[in-house]
């Protein structure tokens, strides 16, 4: 197998490693926090029944009901449809608690409620959160290829444009798709999936969570009796880990386009530190066997270097 193929392998690897991290935290977090959110519901909804069958409500009673209710409300249980309200600790609904949690988008509508959960989420999101940003870095580092170098050098070679330009052209047809793929066709399926959003409040969530601001606002799956709950949940954590690599594509390309255009060094701005040779490195390959130094430096190029223009080998 050549390197490039190895490489793609063991980057495929390290996403469903990456994968199964995510499951094993939904796992734990489920086994944890289950219990005590049934417990707050039968408290909740036995409380409520006192509530109710009380021919006369005194001021202390009805303090209590109500911080009852709003302490529970703050941990994700509705004293409005407590009885027939999804769990907010199932498997998909932690497997989506834990995706928030290690890419820092974190919407805060569910927390833990035990103190082993919150200790579990310290030492879970100390280990996922780099373990995010380096799968993210790594499908990235793939990405480019496909993505930007290919289409610039395309740009040159076919449209016969200079570097600026074609770079320019590329970045306005990336932002475009980018815009297209990520915010308004997702803001179109979740304003009809999602009866009380408007187009706004979609397309307003869709760039609160790939911009990993996570205000907790707006948050889907979340109504009583959603139809295939847990796949919904599950096609969300593909639609944010994917939305967030491409925003990462995005300010990774325009990075370089600074550097081209000399923006960074007018502002005084660190360039992008990656050379030519780097970015042609995968951050996930395997080990390099000993050889001659031209026949390793071969071995490691995933692409001809006659065959890629990089932003780093355009003259500005």
């Not at 796992?27 to 006192?50: G, H, N, T, W």
């Not at 009885?83 to 805060?108: E, I, R």
């Not at 065959?307 to 080998?313: I, P, V």
Request: net charge negative.
């Amino acid at each position: 197998m050549s390197s490039a193929g190895r490489s793609w392998l063991f980057l495929a690897g390290f996403v469903l490693f990456y994968a199964a991290y995510l499951v094993l935290g939904a796992l734990v977090f489920s086994a944890i926090e289950r219990p005590e959110e049934e417990r707050l519901r039968l408290d909740l909804a036995s409380l409520r029944e006192r509530f109710l069958n009380q021919s006369c409500v005194d001021g202390a009673a009805l303090d209590l009901f109500l911080e009852k209710v709003l302490k529970a409300n703050k941990y994700g249980v509705s004293a409005l449809h407590n009885a027939s309200g999804a769990a907010n600790w199932d498997l998909a609904a932690a497997l989506f608690f834990a995706s928030t949690l290690v890419t820092t988008v974190g919407y805060g509508h569910t927390t833990p409620l035990s103190d082993e959960g919150k200790a579990f989420s310290i030492v879970y999101a100390l280990l996922g959160v780099p373990f995010t940003m380096l799968v993210l870095t790594a499908c990235v580092q793939r990405l480019m290829y496909l993505v930007t170098y290919r289409p610039v050098n395309l740009f040159q070679q076919r449209g016969a444009l200079a570097p600026r330009v074609a770079s320019v052209i590329h970045f306005t047809i990336l932002m475009v798709l980018v815009v297209v793929c990520f915010f308004i066709v997702p803001a179109l399926v979740f304003s009809r999936i999602e009866e009380p959003w408007s187009f706004l409040d979609a397309l307003y969530f869709c760039f609160i969570s790939l911009c990993t601001i996570g205000l907790g606002d707006f948050v889907p799956g979340e109504q009583p009796h959603q139809k295939l709950r847990a796949l919904y949940k599950v096609s969300i954590i593909v639609y944010l880990f994917v939305g967030l690599m491409f925003m990462y594509l995005v300010l990774r390309t325009f990075h370089k386009l600074a550097d081209l255009h000399g923006f960074t060094a007018f502002f005084h701005l660190p360039a992008c530190e990656e050379d030519e040779q780097q970015d042609r490195v995968p951050i996930v390959e395997e080990g390099r066997e000993e050889g001659p130094p031209e026949a390793d430096k071969t071995a490691t190029k995933p692409l001809d270097v006659a065959s890629q223009t990089s932003y780093n080998t355009i003259n500005r």
